[in-house]
């Protein structure tokens, strides 16, 4: 059973580069074939859906409205996933999540990260 | 705005039924493109309660099931309980924004 763990800074500065690692354990990133997303949550808000990136070849599919900003990378080697998002502002305080997805649905989630943008 | 509109808020008694609808369109849930349910306990990760329109992931309770028909999905639980308290959250593939959407989320309140 693959279990995700989400780590990064909590406060990030407007416009600079909001930076947070996903590590996969319990399971080879290695080994079969997975997407493994990141979706975000601000306080008493919905879910929004970041990306995602494969395993097999490495594919990555970013949301339309944060294409811009968005970098979600693969190292294998140290069994991570990272996001990056550019020129944050204080829209960009959220909850993030690392989650996989299986049948277009996303079955394990990790606990989440706070982030605050503010200065 | 999202993509897929819920209600707000249900409520019902203990043992009660209540349904959550999720209304989509021709490019998502009219596509033919699968809807999922989650439950989100407060200040806890959402967690997955229907995938695939109707299925339960393993350890699930029957008490909840899931539906489609037309741009809709429904979700329904049944001998509702104090702790089914929390926040669902519908989801599905929209074909015309290329991504993953989710509904606002509906709190479920029990009386």
């Known amino acids: 059973q693959v279990q995700l763990q989400e780590s990064g800074p909590g406060l990030v500065k407007p416009s600079q580069t909001l930076s947070l690692t996903c590590t996969v354990s319990?399971?080879?990133?290695?080994?079969?074939?997975?997407?493994y997303n990141w979706i975000r949550q601000p306080a008493g808000k919905g879910l929004e859906w970041i990306g995602h990136?494969?395993?097999?070849?490495?594919?990555?599919t970013y949301n339309p409205s944060l294409k811009s900003r968005v970098t979600i990378s693969l190292d294998m080697s140290k069994k991570q996933f990272s996001l990056k998002l550019s020129s944050v502002t204080a829209a960009d305080t959220a909850v993030y999540y690392c989650?996989?997805?299986?049948?277009?649905?996303?079955?394990?989630w990790g606990q989440g990260t706070v982030v605050t943008v503010s200065s | 705005q999202s993509v897929l509109t819920q209600p707000p808020s249900v409520s019902g008694a203990p043992g009660q039924r209540v349904t959550i609808t999720c209304t989509g369109s021709s490019s998502n849930i009219g596509a033919g493109n699968e809807a999922h349910w989650y439950q989100q306990l407060p200040g806890t990760a959402p967690k997955l309660l229907i995938y695939?329109?109707?299925n339960r992931p393993s350890g699930v309770p029957d008490r909840f099931s899931g539906s489609t028909s037309g741009t809709s999905a429904s979700l329904a639980i049944t001998g509702l309980q104090a702790l089914d308290e929390a926040d669902y959250y519908c989801?599905?593939?929209?074909?015309?924004?290329?991504?993953?959407?989710f509904g606002a989320g509906t709190k479920v309140s029990v009386l």
């Open positions: 990136i494969y395993t097999t070849d490495g594919d990555i």
């Open positions: 989650a996989t997805l299986k049948y277009d649905a996303f079955d394990i």
């Open positions: 695939s329109n109707n």
């Open positions: 989801q599905s593939y929209d074909s015309s924004l290329r991504g993953y959407v």
């Open positions: 319990g399971d080879s990133i290695n080994s079969g074939s997975y997407y």
